[in-house]
């Protein structure tokens, strides 16, 4: 099951983050210079959104790795 979450997890945040939705959310926040009125990324708003992808994805992936290596037992 865990190693089903690895993949499961980024590519959720990839669908949510990749969203034309969220383009035209994060423009009316940080200016024109994200994407288009129709939601269609520049190649900075593309930028933004893949350092902030790797930013969560990192963070996810990290604390749950953490966590899951506290609970070994000597028989793991």
């Known amino acids: 099951m865990a190693q089903l979450l690895d993949y499961l997890i980024p590519f959720i945040l990839y669908v949510i983050i990749a969203n034309p939705a969220v383009y035209k959310i994060v423009r009316g926040i940080l200016g ?6 129709e939601g269609l990324a520049t190649f900075p708003g ?17 604390t749950l790795s953490a966590k899951r290596s506290e609970y070994r037992t000597r028989s793991e």
């Open 46 to 62: 593309l930028v933004l959104h893949g350092l902030v992808y790797i930013l969560i994805v990192g963070w996810i992936m990290t």
């Open 32 to 37: 024109n210079w994200v994407a288009n009125a």
